[in-house]
């Protein structure tokens, strides 16, 4: 399974740069046609950019709720229970060693 997320991940990524450089490759083309000045080329390009960081900020967040359901139907145990066990036992023995005192 994280075989095929990660080729799925690199589809991704390929496809968003290889947008990207069509996506410049226009703005360059509208620039030099006096459609848009350099700054407005930017402009656009920013915010190109930011929501291609938002969307990725998103795919990672809504991938780890994915995971963690994923993990939970398989009753694999997560950081969060494996560190309360360890708390866990800890208390115990604590506990244990003032019993032996």
């Not at 994280?2 to 083309?29: H, I």
């Not at 229970?81 to 244990?96: G, S, Y």
Request: no cysteine; aromatic share 4%; glycine share 6%.
């Amino acid at each position: 399974m994280n075989e095929l997320l990660k080729k799925g991940f690199l589809l991704g990524l390929g496809a968003a740069v290889t947008s990207k450089e069509k996506f410049d490759q226009k703005l360059k083309e509208l620039v030099d046609k006096n459609e848009l000045t350099q700054d407005e080329a930017r402009t656009v390009l920013q915010s190109f950019t930011d929501k291609g960081e938002m969307k990725k900020d998103e795919w990672s967040a809504k991938q780890f709720e994915q995971t963690q359901k994923m993990a939970k139907d398989l009753g694999l145990a997560t950081k969060e229970d494996i560190n309360e066990l360890r708390a866990r036992i800890t208390e115990l023995e604590e506990k244990l060693g003032e019993n032996e005192l």
